[in-house]
């Protein structure tokens, strides 16, 4: 049985991406995809100041509506095509901005960049606890992930603590064609632990341009590597399941 074809990191020009939501739809449509989500940057560290983000609650509103918009016409024209919405978090936010203006309720997928120390993910951990403390939130909570995730960073000590972080939030490792040297077979015992713990993992590559649509090969391959064909399975049943 072939896998479904799934991208689930993908920009728009809501934030540094070139093209529209509608396009982006289109087009995944077109390639035959099975699985997209719609993940613009969001920060108000350095990054905010280089590239446009979902810098407030009313921006966040009509991207978050415009997705709206494109999964009903997916329903009305009947296609395969599952639309997620999503979004990229910069951990270098600081941690009231990030509070004030994501509501996790709003998401199918909550994408962490540039986790790179323990530091980093006690800052996730508190971001995730808080939001798990609001009630709003309890019947309706997003799949987590950590968008190109580099291993590198652990390879000195704490892919233990890491590891226990996965397992106890559930959270994904994305796979992202865009950065191949991630994936060196260096890594091979970290990828290894992702399998013997089920740890899900997703495929992205950081597109900014509907010609990335299809990038989705060197991460497939990757993950057909290192054996996490399941943890890849075990994410899409969570995608199934967030569709109704
Ligand atoms: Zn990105």
């Known amino acids: ?12 020009t809501y934030s540094d991406g070139k093209n529209s939501i509608n396009q982006i739809v289109k087009t995944a449509i077109k390639l035959g995809l099975d699985y997209i989500c719609i993940t613009d940057h969001f920060s108000n560290s350095w990054k905010s100041k280089i590239i446009p983000t979902l810098n407030n609650l009313d921006k966040i509103e009509r991207y978050l509506e415009e997705i709206s918009h494109c999964q009903a016409y997916i329903l009305k024209k009947n296609r395969k095509l599952n639309l997620f919405k999503g979004v990229e978090i910069d951990i270098s936010s600081s ?8 509501h996790p309720n709003k998401f199918d997928l909550i994408l962490f960049e540039y986790l ?10 508190n971001i995730i606890e808080t939001w798990k403390r609001d009630r709003r939130n ?5 799949l987590l992930g950590l968008a190109h995730f580099d291993p590198s960073f652990f390879t000195l000590g704490g892919f233990d603590v890491l590891l226990g972080f ?26 290894n632990k992702l399998e013997k713990n089920n740890i899900m993992v997703s495929i992205g590559c ?26 890849l399975k075990n994410l899409i049943n969570s995608l199934e399941m967030r569709k109704n």
């Open 206 to 231: 950081d597109s900014h341009h509907i010609s990335n649509l299809k990038d989705v090969e060197g991460a497939f391959r990757a993950i057909k590597y290192y054996n996490l064909e399941d943890n």
């Open 1 to 12: 049985m072939s896998l479904p074809k799934l991208f689930l990191h993908i920009h728009t």
């Open 166 to 191: 996965l397992k106890q939030y559930n959270i994904i490792i994305e796979f992202n064609s865009s950065y191949p040297r991630f994936y060196s077979r260096k890594y091979e015992t970290f990828f």
């Open 138 to 142: 309890s019947n309706k909570f997003p």
């Open 95 to 102: 941690e009231n901005y990030i509070i004030n203006n994501i």
């Open 116 to 125: 790179e120390n323990l530091e980093g993910i006690a800052f996730i951990k």
